[in-house]
Structure formats: structure tokens, C-alpha cells
């Protein structure tokens, strides 16, 4: 399962039907899970630990020093899940002792052609990046997010569940859950109704969330105001109390 022309480290622990091509440099403190595949010239570098069954395209860079010239060569972590499809040419790096000293990818997620995801990054699952999005350090994207092509990330920004960022978007402030952005720099656009159907929420969620929006958006509160608002709402299955909390924990103000 592994190609004679690869690179392993001895220090190196690979599951027993890992699947590793030609050229590929897989570095000391590495361990792999069963079922995982790394295409040809990869280089994977530790300290990282990369789950079951993940797919792993040829040139993609995974679990590097972190790009921060404060970064003096600590031992810091990188983790992934299970099941991430990482394509061409993408950068994951390990974190800094600044934060916890941890980059952390969930489970299930697409990651598309030169998408760069940096130090200290907390990526949940099921979550989208398409080609050459892109997380500058210490991000927080939660589940089920989209990120169109070439979107670009700040430092500290989070972007919340069910969100749909546009190709292009230039994201300063934090997203909301439900949400979709646009532009440079970023602005609100409206609910991300199209995902929430997709995703199967039903009519009643979906004109709560409605309802949320406007309160966020169209009703000229601070943010302190439109949560009190948001916590006055009936909220059948939950996704009120989502954005409630994401309004709490919310550091650079949202994007609108």
C-alpha cells in the first residue's frame, strides 16, 4: 500500500492499509488512521494526526510550521478528522504556542484546489472550501459552512454554521449562522434559504430564522439589543439559541 519511491519517516505510524504514492514525504510524529489515501508528492509533517479514511491529493501541504514569524520552533499540533477530501495544492498548518497550540479540522469536509487553512484554524465538519478560500490565523468556521472560491479570511474571525460566503468575499467581522455574505469588503446579503432547504429545515424553522434576520438586520439594535430580542422568540429546534450564542462569543463585531 505504500509506493517504494515514498519518503516515510520510521518515526512515522501509519495504519496497515494506508495507501501512500510515489514521492510523498510523510515526516517523524505523524500518525494516520486506517483507510486514509495520500496521493503522489504529498508532504505531510508532525507533529499531526490525520483520522480514517481521508483523501489526501497530490502537492497538498499538511501539517507544516505555522507562517507566523513569532513561531520559534515549539512543538505544535495539527488534527483531522475522518473522511476530509483535501485536493491539489492545499496548506494546513500547525498551530502557535499564542493560542493552543493546535490547528483542528473536523470530519467530512470538502477542501477544493489551493485552499489555505493557517495556524491555530478551528474548521468543524461537513464544511465546504472551495478553490483557494482561504483562513488567515486563529478562524473558527463551524459546521456546514460554504466557502466560495477565492474567499479571503481575516485573523480572529468566525463564521458560523449553515453560512454561505460568495466566491470573492473579502470577510473582516464575523459571519453569522444562517447567513449569506457577499463583496469586498463583505456585507450581508440575506438568509442562505437555498442551504437551508438543502439542508432540510423545514418552513417553520426557516421563517423564524427570517424573523432573526430582521432583528439582526433591519432593526437598527446593537448587538447586545438584538440578542435580548433573539432570547424573546419561541424557538422550536434550537437554531434561535444558535445564533444567540454565536452573538455572545462574537469578538470583531458581524459583518452587515
Known amino acids: 500500500m505504500i509506493d517504494p519511491r515514498a519518503v516515510i519517516d520510521p518515526a512515522a505510524e501509519l495504519a496497515a492499509d494506508v495507501n501512500v504514492g510515489p514521492f510523498t514525504v510523510i515526516g517523524p510524529e505523524v ?32 501539517g507544516d510550521a505555522p507562517q507566523d514569524r513569532k513561531y520559534t520552533g515549539e512543538p505544535t499540533r495539527l488534527e483531522v478528522g475522518d473522511r476530509n477530501v483535501i485536493r491539489e495544492f ?16 473536523g470530519n467530512d469536509n470538502w477542501i477544493m484546489a489551493y485552499a489555505h487553512i493557517a495556524h491555530d484554524c478551528r474548521v468543524g465538519s461537513e464544511v465546504v472550501f472551495s478553490n483557494s478560500a482561504s483562513l488567515a490565523g486563529h478562524v473558527t468556521v463551524d459546521d456546514f ?21 460568495s466566491f470573492g468575499s473579502v470577510i473582516s467581522k464575523d459571519v453569522p449562522p444562517f ?77 452587515r
Not at 36 to 54: Q, S
Not at 187 to 198: A, D, I, T, V
Not at 242 to 249: D, H, Q, S, T
Open 31 to 62: 500518525l494516520i488512521d486506517a483507510g486514509t489515501w495520500i496521493g503522489p508528492h504529498a508532504v505531510i509533517n508532525g507533529p499531526t494526526r490525520i483520522g480514517r479514511e481521508n483523501r489526501i491529493y497530490q502537492f497538498a501541504s499538511i
Open 90 to 105: 492545499v496548506t494546513i498548518n500547525r498551530g502557535t504556542t499564542q493560542d493552543e497550540g493546535l490547528t483542528r479540522i
Open 145 to 165: 459552512a460554504i466557502l466560495g472560491g477565492f474567499t479571503l479570511v481575516h485573523q480572529y474571525c468566525s463564521i458560523g454554521s449553515y453560512a454561505f460566503c
Open 179 to 255: 447567513i449569506t455574505v457577499a463583496g469586498n469588503p463583505a456585507h450581508e446579503q440575506g438568509l442562505n434559504g437555498e442551504g437551508l432547504k438543502r439542508h432540510g429545515f423545514p418552513e417553520t424553522s426557516r421563517n423564524v430564522l427570517r424573523q432573526c434576520y430582521r432583528i439582526i438586520y433591519r432593526s437598527n439594535l446593537s448587538l447586545q439589543e438584538a440578542g435580548d430580542r433573539l432570547r424573546e422568540l419561541d424557538d422550536v429546534n434550537g437554531e434561535v439559541a444558535m445564533l444567540v450564542e454565536f452573538l455572545a462569543r462574537q469578538k470583531r463585531g458581524l459583518v
